[in-house]
């Protein structure tokens, strides 16, 4: 993923931390989770990133992890046979 705010962080905070609404984590997982029809989704950043800097360049790689998925969304220009 990149990172372009410094308003963003890459995983939640809590209270303790300052008033962070989102995450690159919530964000992703709030759309993939539905998405897939997944029971759990789990997210694993690679390394650590201080909250105020971006992520720009080629992004950081990060897993993404589906448990029990009901549904494979699958684009429209993808073709498996090809």
Known sequence: ?????????QSPWNEAHGDLQDSV???ILRTLGPLFGASETKFIGSGREDVDVRMLGGGRPFLLEIVDAKRLPVAPHFNPGA
């Open 1 to 9: 993923y990149c990172r372009y705010s410094r308003e963003v962080s």
């Open 25 to 27: 984590q919530t964000l």
